[in-house]
């Protein structure tokens, strides 16, 4: 069990507006405490929206990382308000897209909020996942967990085993022996081709 602090959905007029830095520092403290006094152990997680500025992401960072209003982890990400390079009659709807179209904009969001927690929060990646690929680039991004949704709905449950059994043939052709050796791998191998080329 965990609780969730959904600050991201994009159908609840101005509730995005709660994850600017000193509104969102004062919903975990106020959550936190009612955590404490009625669920101590249940971990509590912040859900960010991939449509954020940089200023956004950093103000999120610093407020989950700050010891007044850290968290245990954070979900990235919710959907997407974009719809940059939809082609569909239906491209002009209002709320939340969520599945392909969110995958690549969710995993670079991924990635920004590993870098600027420097890996110190959990992240559960969400957006897009329908493979194991697509499971494999978040978790190389910084993903601790990922989530599905889409993907269930369209592909129904055994998608779960099918996205395992790929990430498995993934992990064993990189010559990964533990899924955790894959969390920020690509920072890692980014930093490691910098440090080669200097």
Known sequence: DYLVINVSSPNTPG???LQGKENLSNLIQ?????RDIKCPKVPLLVKIAPDLTSQDKEDIAST???????VDGLIVSNTTVSREGLESKHSVETGGLSGKPLREKSTQTIADMYLLTNGEIPIIGVGGVGS????????????????????LVFQGPPVVTKIRRELQEILEKEGISNISQAVGLSHKNKTRNENSAT
Not at 30 to 34: D, G, L, M, Q, S
Not at 132 to 150: H, N, P, R
């Open 132 to 151: 194991g690929q697509d499971a494999y680039e978040k978790i190389c991004a910084g993903a601790s967990l990922i989530q599905l949704y889409s993907a």
């Open 15 to 17: 509730l995005r507006s």
């Open 64 to 70: 989950v990382l700050d010891s007044k209003s850290r």
């Open 30 to 34: 106020e959550v936190v405490k009612h």
